[in-house]
């Protein structure tokens, strides 16, 4: 397209010509290449003619160098030369032209080159069992309560203070602060350590967290930015941990824990491990029903736990993740974090609220950072909401609001313990009539270790081929370590999983 000004009344004025190339690349399409020319052709007056005669030549010679230079551009030996970069006059339309420019080819994706990652260990199990259409079926993989009929719980209490967040007209839907709903600090604060007046609070920063998994990210994504470079884990430990040092920066290693021969804790090659620990290592601890295997240190051996850490000056990280779902004492079950924090240690504890307020699917947590003093806790707090904020903000309400109400309120938080120690009662009601169905078939090996250890998970000594065969033949999911979900089992299924147990250990003529 030619577009031509021009004032023919006025001798000597500029004519401008302007020429549009719709066929050319998109971006080089909206260009305009505009001349201004002054008539200076003797004895010919600068007609409408005449000037349309230079436009079409003008625009030729215009149109030839654009498609000589894009040709040029495009060239393989160029592409080559410049190591097959793209070039700032590429397009979409000058790729489709050249495979010597094209990133991606026509028709594909982005992700040409991405292959579909495994399905997560345990949720894949989930997934699979979901599928499975064998009316035998049992779910013993999910870490999730369920009750005797097989299905999810909402606790009593929950419900009840679900409805009165509904009918409270004055809440609303509002962003929370970067460290969450504030109230809920000094309640969990004491919920986790007890609300013992000697305990300083004032050294604490606490920060509402993405249930247990979040806060152990943004803890451990702060460690990172203070210098710590290592973290000893758990052999075995929560599946996630790994990855979730993996995703911060930060060395993972491992410590001994469990003891096949014994099926116990290794608390030898856990001591050795620590003791030759680097200064300055974070350890991981579980404070109590330790995942997967369920065995826990005595309070002597806590003891002995924490004067390696003292002596060798590790940072301990607690993964609190069970608090009353374990036993079903608050007390009991928090007396690790509190043995430690009595000592004054700087460390750092990650608690979660979905397995004991049966709060899955809200993420509700919280990260609590025990520091020298209130003057440093105040300025970490300060830091680590610089690692939340690029994160995810802030976090959700509902579960704050759930939590909060409960423990702020005296006979709601009655109430939660009365439900939580059910809950826990039942777990160890099911743990004590699989050891008796697996003894009463006299099933190989010995299974005192079932009823030793506590909390949700037992770690049942089956090996990768048996857990698999327990799976593909009786339709039993749990995962290849051998890990079972003891809120799986109800009266009408263990006798099932008890004869799958002992068809997988007298089929290979194996032992635990």
Avoid at 126 to 154: F, M
Wanted: positive net charge; contains cysteine.
């Amino acid at each position: 397209n030619v577009k031509l000004n021009m004032n023919t009344a006025v001798p000597q004025s500029p004519i401008l010509l302007c020429v549009e190339a719709p066929e050319l690349p998109h971006s080089n399409r909206s260009l305009i290449f505009g001349l201004q020319l002054r008539w200076r052709s003797r004895g010919v007056e600068p007609t409408l003619m005449n000037c349309r005669l230079v436009a079409f030549l003008l625009s030729s010679v215009f149109f030839s160098c654009i498609r000589l230079s894009h040709s040029f551009l495009l060239s393989p030996t160029l592409q080559q030369k410049r190591g097959a970069s793209v070039s700032a006059f590429s397009t979409p339309h000058t790729a489709k032209r050249s495979e010597a420019l094209t990133i991606m080819p026509a028709g594909a994706s982005w992700f040409e080159k991405l292959e579909e990652a495994p399905p997560d260990p345990i949720l894949g199990t989930a997934l699979a069992y979901k599928a499975d259409t064998n009316p035998n079926k049992v779910d013993l993989g999910i870490g999730a309560y369920r009750d005797e009929t097989g299905k999810p719980v909402v606790l009593p209490v929950v419900r009840e203070v679900e409805r009165q967040i509904a009918a409270d007209e004055a809440l609303n839907k509002e962003y929370l602060p970067i460290d969450g709903w504030a109230p809920l600090k000094k309640l969990t604060q004491q919920l986790l350590l007890g609300e013992d007046p000697s305990i300083d609070l004032s050294r604490i920063c606490s920060l509402q967290a993405l249930s247990g998994t979040g806060a152990l990210r943004v803890g451990f994504e702060f460690l990172k930015t203070v210098g710590m470079e290592i973290c000893y884990v758990s052999d075995p430990t929560w599946g996630n941990h790994k990855d979730i040092l993996k995703k911060s920066g930060i060395e993972c290693r491992t410590y001994p824990y469990w003891d096949p021969a014994s099926r116990s804790l290794d608390f030898k090659g856990m001591t050795e491990t620590l003791r030759a620990a680097p200064e300055g290592s974070v350890v991981l601890l579980h404070s109590c029903a330790h995942n997967p295997t369920g065995v826990d240190p005595t309070e002597a051996q806590w003891g002995e736990i924490l004067s390696i850490v003292q002596e060798k000056k590790l940072f301990p990280f607690f993964d609190n993740a069970y608090q009353g779902y374990a036993s079903g004492d608050l007390e009991k079950d928090g007396a690790a974090v509190r043995m430690f924090e009595k000592a004054g240690l700087e460390m750092i504890c990650a608690q979660s609220f979905a397995k004991n307020f049966g709060l899955y699917g809200e993420r509700i947590g919280m990260l609590h950072l025990f520091c020298a003093n209130f003057e440093r806790a105040k300025v970490v707090l300060s830091r680590i909401k610089l690692v939340v904020r690029p994160m995810y903000s802030s976090p959700p309400r509902h579960g704050a609001m759930l939590v909060s109400r409960i423990l702020e309120d005296p006979a709601l938080k009655k109430r939660w313990e009365t439900e939580l120690k059910e809950i826990a009662g039942r777990i160890l009601k099911v743990r004590s009539l699989l050891r008796k169905a697996l003894e009463e078939r006299k099933t190989p090996g010995t299974w005192e270790h079932i009823t030793n250890q506590i909390g949700m998970f037992s770690f049942t000594g089956l090996t990768v081929a048996q857990s698999e065969r327990m799976t593909q033949k009786h339709h039993v999911y749990m995962l290849k370590s051998g890990r079972i979900s003891l809120a799986g089992l109800n009266d009408n299924n263990i006798g099932y999983v008890a004869d799958a147990i002992y068809e997988v250990l007298t089929s290979e003529g194996a032992k635990l």
